[in-house]
């Protein structure tokens, strides 16, 4: 029985210490991994070296009976893991030329471990080959010919982050990653699993990387470019005010957080869309990613960005500008009975109240 505690005991130290030690590393840099790499091998090495002649002298020594105590089954396990775990942050941290933050180092060390590791890697060689710019909250890779849509990009971002710190709330956004692409079926390859059709650009949360597909109509109308960029980095705001806040974005309809981009992203741009009459459909149809993707399709009748722009630009007309805010925070009751409560109105009289009034200034 004790040997059988003490072997989970074993096993349960192993696995913590492994954590701490892949903790750890997500928090390091190439150099600082690899220092303290060297310092953890030995002072492993120690341990199991103090282990090893005690085994051989046959008895326990006070000073280590008090002290030290190693387990070998431990410090091989720290050994193990200090080595592969130094060399992969170094390799990860010295293939890109932007720092990584701890999230988006583990999104990489997950993915290549748990899912398809080869795909990584070619991403990795990918970003490689491109070209990059790095401004402090941004980098852009970007093929050589798109040199100035990557300049205007970065200062679009600076833009987009004094925007929002001044209709939403002060917040200095996580650095992102924006890669341009100019081939369409390169551009698929590099995005995770989705379910949106004809996509020109996706935010990916877990990677705080926007890919974008950069088109020929963007180099006749660059704003359209821009546009792009200030409504993909809203998302990455708006994910990032979030985790600062301890929440993320799923309490959120789909309607409303694709509806404050969109808006952002024409703001951005000074664009402001002329009403034209929608098929509309209620938003509580448009909360699940599911729901959105599916009215989004091809064949759908819908325009549901076109749509959800217009809620929140009637909510800034109405000087519920800060209520925004708000909703964006709540985790305590039902998103709909909030809006209720902070607009004055069930989401039904809104819809009706801003579709009215949007036809009548159609009509002047």
């Known amino acids: 029985m004790k040997k059988l505690i003490s072997f989970i005991r074993n096993i349960f130290l192993s696995f913590f210490s492994l954590l701490m030690v892949y903790g750890l590393f997500l928090l390091l840099s190439d150099i600082e991994g690899l220092f303290v790499g060297v310092i953890?091998?030995?002072?492993?090495?120690?341990?199991?070296?103090?282990?090893?002649?005690?085994?051989?002298?046959?008895?326990?020594?006070?000073?280590?009976?008090?002290?030290?105590?190693?387990?070998?089954?431990?410090?091989i396990v720290i050994a193990f893991a200090t080595v592969f775990l130094s060399i992969?942050?170094?390799?990860?941290?010295?293939?890109?030329?932007?720092?990584?933050?701890?999230?988006?180092?583990?999104?990489?060390?997950?993915?290549?471990?748990?899912?398809?590791?080869?795909?990584?890697?070619?991403?990795?060689?990918?970003?490689?080959?491109?070209?990059?710019?790095?401004?402090?909250?941004?980098?852009?890779?970007?093929?050589?010919?798109?040199e100035k849509f990557a300049g205007s990009a970065i200062r679009h971002i600076r833009k987009m982050q004094s925007y929002h710190n001044e209709w939403i709330d002060v917040h200095r956004a996580l650095p992102v990653t924006l890669i341009l692409y100019r081939n369409p079926l390169i551009f698929q390859q590099h995005l995770p699993f989705h379910s949106y059709e004809n996509l020109q650009a996706l935010y990916v949360p877990a990677q705080e990387t926007i890919h974008l597909l950069v088109t020929d109509e963007m180099d006749e109308n660059p704003d359209k470019f821009l546009e792009l960029v200030g409504h993909e980095y809203t998302h990455h705001w708006i994910v990032s005010y979030l985790f600062e806040n301890k929440l993320d974005n799923r309490h959120l309809p789909r309607w409303?957080?694709?509806?404050?981009?969109?808006?952002?992203?024409?703001?951005?741009?000074?664009?402001?869309?002329?009403?034209?009459?929608?098929?509309?459909?209620?938003?509580?149809?448009?909360?699940?990613?599911?729901?959105?993707?599916?009215?989004?399709?091809?064949?759908?009748?819908?325009?549901?960005?076109?749509?959800?722009?217009?809620?929140?630009?009637?909510?800034v007309k109405d000087g519920n500008q800060a209520k925004i805010k708000s909703l964006l925070l709540n985790k305590q009751q039902n998103f709909y009975r909030m809006f209720e409560k902070e607009t004055g109105e069930s989401l039904i009289e809104f819809e009706v109240r801003f579709l009215r009034e949007e036809f009548m200034n159609m009509k002047r």
């Open 256 to 315: 409303f957080e694709e509806g404050i981009a969109e808006y952002a992203g024409k703001q951005s741009v000074r664009e402001v869309p002329i009403f034209v009459p929608l098929n509309f459909i209620p938003f509580t149809r448009l909360h699940s990613v599911d729901e959105w993707a599916y009215e989004n399709r091809r064949k759908s009748t819908h325009r549901p960005y076109r749509q959800s722009y217009y809620a929140i630009d009637q909510l």
């Open 88 to 146: 992969s942050n170094y390799a990860l941290e010295t293939s890109l030329p932007n720092s990584l933050t701890s999230r988006v180092k583990n999104q990489f060390y997950l993915e290549a471990i748990l899912v398809e590791k080869d795909r990584i890697f070619e991403r990795v060689s990918f970003l490689k080959t491109l070209e990059n710019v790095n401004e402090g909250n941004a980098t852009v890779f970007y093929e050589p010919q798109d």
């Open 40 to 75: 953890l091998l030995l002072v492993c090495f120690f341990l199991f070296s103090m282990r090893f002649i005690e085994i051989l002298k046959g008895r326990r020594t006070t000073f280590l009976k008090a002290r030290i105590q190693p387990n070998l089954i431990i410090t």
